[in-house]
């Protein structure tokens, strides 16, 4: 287990979800299986532990101030992706809200069930052109061009919201 400490919570993340943060955080191949951490990518992991571990103590902040605590945050690898772009140059002042949103609607629609590896990789893609040319995550621009497996999306829709 690794312990991330928030100023006012703490979250224990399980050692598949930090392998796989730093498969994702390093640019490598994301699935969990022995091929994926051959030789070179674990030194490129290593190279950038400083960078991943302050990008999720960051990630851990944020969640922190939007009310999150290690147990209500039900899909943990829904965090991978904020981690990913505030490592890799995303303005967290100009874009929290909408990395908030982009959280709290992935949660609801339950994009992070089944084919996790799948979807956190065609997120990474979609960050990778999005921070490429603007430091600023849009909900708004992610829900129009991300292209995620199965059909999956965080848009919610009025169907989505209606109560048992």
């Known amino acids: 287990m690794r312990s991330f400490v928030g100023h006012r919570g703490k979250f224990a993340f399980d050692n598949d979800f930090m392998m796989r943060t730093c498969l994702v955080l390093a640019d490598c191949p994301i699935r969990l299986r022995v091929a994926s951490f051959k030789q070179e990518n674990v030194k490129r992991i290593v190279d950038l532990w400083k960078d991943i571990t302050d990008a999720m103590e ?7 101030e939007w009310g999150f605590q290690g147990e209500t945050l039900t899909a943990a690898n829904a965090a991978i992706p904020i981690a990913y772009a505030v490592k890799n140059g995303c303005d967290v002042d100009v874009s929290k809200a909408d990395l908030r949103l982009y959280l709290i609607k992935s949660l609801l629609a339950g994009v992070y069930s089944g084919q996790g590896d799948q979807l956190l990789a065609d997120i990474r893609k979609y960050l990778q052109g999005s921070l490429a040319n603007s430091a600023k995550f849009s909900v708004g621009d992610f829900e129009q061009s991300a292209k995620l497996p199965s059909g999956k999306s ?5 169907p989505d919201l209606v109560h048992s």
Do not use: G, P, S
């Not at 960051?58 to 922190?64: F, Q, W």
């Not at 965080?154 to 009025?158: A, G, L, S, V």
């Open 58 to 64: 960051r990630t851990v902040e944020l969640l922190v």
């Open 154 to 158: 965080i848009t919610i829709n009025d």
